[in-house]
């Protein structure tokens, strides 16, 4: 009982840091599902036709995912420095394969007979991508850039290791401090907030998701 | 036939990695103002054939002319365009309403957005749903009978001079399919259009078809003539073979209740004295005459014993069970012949009213003059069934 209270007295006496690190924890999240959405949405919709392109892409997607964090941002760092950008790439290449295998999936599966008779009534290959093919996708992409922020959520705690900053830092100073006062409860907030934070942006794909869909196939 | 609309001028299709066309050397000319049907067993190339009017299917030889025009390397999308096109699975947009379906084509045309909207109304009256009920419908709202009706108004919206119809009753259930295929004919009385219609199933090219192409292996036509003269004379075995046994029965699906003269047997209505109805007996061949309602539609037969007690003419004798109506098939009513007592069936108009009574003998004589005329004809044209060989 006496470790909440002092869990809450630690949350009360920081929240300054909490905002301030809670709002770079979202930048990564938000930045890299936006830079990785639009590399992976574009690839799987260059790649649509191309079953040998599109293998390709997958299998380097996967490659990426399977590099260890950790070395991912030391090795980076002689190129880009400390701080944002380290962490920024790697976690911007984890989220390439959620993204994209998502895309994949949702532009192969619309209906055959929906594609034969867009393409039949005369719709450009253009036209039957955004007019049909993509709409009809978008749930199953919007879920795999929602599956990518999660993870990014999750993966970004460690920027800290390279002075990246976000809720990270908590775990890292707890991490330093661990046995002496309030090293404990800064765990435990980096943890709790990174949650949130995944929580609050998982709410907020279930209502662009409803927002998104067309209602003929809600 | 100097009028076709489309010529397919000897075209093939050799599918890459393969030496043996699926479609080999076709020349086909298909009639302004017609349905052609394409029909042969599976795997015979007709819906490959039809895909290569609208060049969903590219050509690898021959030419592709469509109104006088060498449509063959124009662009596609454009010729697309022009012609409507169902499909046995209809491939409606899931996620645009009803409405928005229909308006694909005039939207990629360029319509005015009033234009179109008056369109849709008249598309969705025509293909009898209620524009008010159906518009902003989604398409998984619908019954499988209502979305190929939604299906066949999306590939009319532009008015398309031509239609490809792939299959486009296949999926649907015996008894809807009957009445779309109705619906069509009645539509394609009205509308006219040159109308290539794909189907394996014989019976329906017979209903379907002012014209039937029978096609063998790689698109080869082995008789290219009217549904009469298929029946009456097929080209050569492969044909008969396909048309199977039954050519006769198969015939009585070419007339319509509106092509035969029923016999006037007199009718009362049903409020006649009994004075007049005993009039109408004697002056009927049958020994039986109808009682008719309000608007003269056929009610009750009833015979000398019903005017002889005191209850109501509408009370005796027995029910009318086999009604048929001017576009049903002589087909239709042999089954309801068969099936009623009285083995004799009701014409009634468009309104249902009393047109006079058909039996099974009148519909024999009507198929005996039937094929005798087609003979004839034979005879007088000196005709020589196209014999076609495989090479």
């Not at chain 1, 924890?25 to 392109?53: D, E, F, K």
């Not at chain 2, 292996?217 to 003539?225: G, H, K």
Request: hydrophobic letters at 45%; charged letters at 25%.
């Amino acid at each position: 009982m006496d470790g909440l209270v002092s869990f809450f007295e630690y949350i009360v006496d920081q929240i300054d840091d909490i905002i301030e690190l809670g709002i770079e924890h979202a930048i990564y999240i938000l930045s890299v599902i936006v830079c990785g959405g639009i590399v992976s949405i574009g690839l799987g919709i260059w790649t649509r036709n191309q079953p040998i392109a599109r293998e390709v892409a997958l299998a380097v997607a996967s490659v990426f995912l399977t590099l260890p964090s950790l070395a991912l941002f030391v090795l980076f760092i002689p190129i880009f420095g400390l701080g944002f950008w380290p962490p920024f790439v790697a976690l911007f290449m984890y989220s390439l394969l959620p993204i994209l295998r998502n895309t994949v999936t949702g532009l192969a599966e619309v209906n055959p007979a929906v594609m034969e008779s867009a393409k039949g009534m005369g719709l450009s290959s253009r036209q039957v991508l955004w007019q049909v093919q993509m709409p009809l996708a978008w749930p199953v992409i919007l879920t795999g850039i929602r599956v990518s922020a999660l993870l990014t959520a999750g993966i970004a705690a460690i920027a800290t290791l390279v002075a990246g900053g976000g809720l990270g830092d908590f775990i890292k100073e707890g991490l330093t401090r661990l046995g002496l006062p309030n090293g404990v409860e800064a765990i435990w907030t980096g943890t709790v907030f990174i949650v949130l934070l995944a929580l609050l942006f998982d709410a907020a794909f279930v209502l662009l998701r409803r927002l998104t869909t067309p209602a003929g196939i809600r | 036939m100097t009028d076709a609309l489309i010529h397919l001028e000897n075209v093939s299709k050799t599918y890459p990695g393969t030496s043996v066309p699926a479609v080999a050397e076709l020349d086909l000319r298909i009639p302004k103002g017609d349905v052609l049907v394409l029909v042969g067993p599976s795997g015979c190339g007709k819906s490959t054939t039809l895909r290569l009017i609208n060049r969903m299917i590219e050509p690898t030889g021959g030419r592709i002319i469509f109104d006088g025009e060498d449509v063959t390397e124009v662009n596609a999308d454009n010729l697309r365009r022009r012609m409507g096109y169902v499909i046995q699975q209809i491939g409606l947009f899931p996620h645009r309403t009803i409405a928005e379906n229909i308006s694909t084509v005039p939207n990629l045309l360029g319509w005015k957005s009033d234009r179109i909207s008056s369109r849709i109304d008249e598309l969705l009256d025509m293909v009898g749903m209620d524009p008010s009920i159906y518009r902003n419908r989604y398409p998984k709202e619908l019954s499988g009978g209502q979305a190929q009706r939604v299906g066949v108004a999306r590939a009319l919206s532009a008015d398309p001079e031509v239609m490809l119809m792939d299959e486009p009753f296949g999926a649907i259930d015996p008894i809807t399919r009957d009445r779309l295929q109705n619906e069509f004919l009645r539509l394609q009385e009205e509308l006219q259009k040159t109308i290539v219609f794909v189907t394996h199933d014989i019976d329906e090219a017979i209903k379907m078809g002012d014209r039937i192409a029978i096609l063998r292996q790689q698109s080869q036509i082995a008789q290219y003539d009217t549904p009469e003269a298929i029946l009456a004379q097929p080209a050569n075995d492969f044909v008969s073979d396909f048309l199977g046994k039954g050519a006769i029965i198969k015939g009585l699906n070419l007339k319509r209740m509106s092509d035969i003269e029923p016999d006037r047997i007199p009718a009362v209505r049903q409020d006649a004295s009994p004075d007049e109805a005993r009039r109408a007996l004697d002056e009927s061949s049958d020994g039986r005459i109808l009682v008719l309602d309000e608007q003269d539609r056929p009610l009750r037969w009833i015979d000398r014993s019903a005017v002889e007690g005191d209850q109501p003419l509408a009370n005796s004798g027995y029910e009318v069970t086999a009604v048929v109506e001017p576009d049903d098939t002589l087909r239709d009513s042999l089954e309801l012949m068969l099936q009623s007592t009285a083995s004799s069936a009701c014409c009634i108009d468009d309104d249902g009213r009393y047109r006079g009574v058909v039996r099974i003998e009148d519909l024999t004589r009507f198929l005996a003059a039937m094929q005798q005329a087609e003979r004839e004809r034979r005879a007088e044209s000196d005709y020589e069934p196209e014999q076609v060989t495989l090479s």
